[in-house]
């Protein structure tokens, strides 16, 4: 089974704070994603990599950034968290294959201050 | 701009009612079209479409996808509360990003 975890369920920051949410799968996918669920708005592309060290600006990069140092580990930055960042954010993972399903992480909270 | 949309937003039935979820989109590059059950926390997938008219079916979920009207539905027979989910449509366009549409949520009640 794939698995895609992520480092937390629940996170309480405040504003101005630097936040690292990490996400870690085991299928050796090459894509990974990070999405924002809001009520309202469904799914939305943050920021996403076909590759290691590899980046492309989604939906609605601003006020994010992105880490892919290693092949299982994408990494979502928020330099200086604001209120508006509150959401639930989503990673995922897929295969460069003919199979382009979405495996999705459990999801984390994000509340900021 | 592209976008995906689906109707309706909410939905409350009956346990052993039929409903059906639709799924509307403009997206330049269309590749695929898929749907997603989300319960309390991660997305599971349940079908991708790529053809138009060719049925897609698991147990009491079935879907088709028409590639000229640009739309899908998910049919869900005979439902149970354990279908009570918000439910994802997603189109892939370029390579392999996807556009979500606001979601459907479907509440079962007994």
């Known amino acids: 089974d794939v698995k895609v975890t992520q480092s937390s369920r629940y996170l309480v920051k405040r504003t101005g704070e630097k936040v690292f949410l990490e996400c870690v799968q085991d299928m050796d996918h090459e894509n990974m994603f990070w999405y924002r669920q809001d009520p309202g708005l469904g799914l939305r592309l943050i920021y996403f990599?076909?590759?290691?060290?590899?980046?492309e600006k989604g939906d609605i990069p601003e006020g994010y950034s992105v880490s892919r140092e290693k092949k299982e580990r994408f990494s979502l930055i928020l330099e200086s968290a604001s209120t508006n960042q509150t959401s639930m954010y989503l990673c995922?993972?897929?295969?460069?294959?003919?199979?382009?399903?979405?495996?999705f992480g459990p999801g984390t909270r994000l509340t900021v201050l | 701009e592209d976008k995906v949309v689906q109707s309706p937003l909410s939905l409350v039935v009956h346990e052993g009612d039929t409903v059906t979820l639709n799924c509307s989109y403009e997206v330049t590059n269309f590749r695929s079209l898929l749907w997603y059950k989300q319960e309390k926390k991660a997305p599971t997938f349940l079908f991708m479409l790529?053809?138009?008219?060719i049925e897609k079916k698991s147990g009491r979920l079935s879907s088709i996808l028409d590639k000229k009207e640009l739309f899908s539905i998910l049919n869900i027979t005979a439902t149970q509360t354990g279908d009570s989910a918000v439910y994802l449509c997603a189109v892939e366009w370029g390579a392999q990003k996807l556009v979500f549409g606001q979601g459907t949520r479907l509440t079962i009640n007994p």
């Open positions: 995922a993972s897929s295969a460069s294959t003919s199979i382009r399903e979405q495996f």
């Open positions: 990599s076909y590759d290691v060290k590899m980046k």
């Open positions: 790529t053809s138009s008219g």
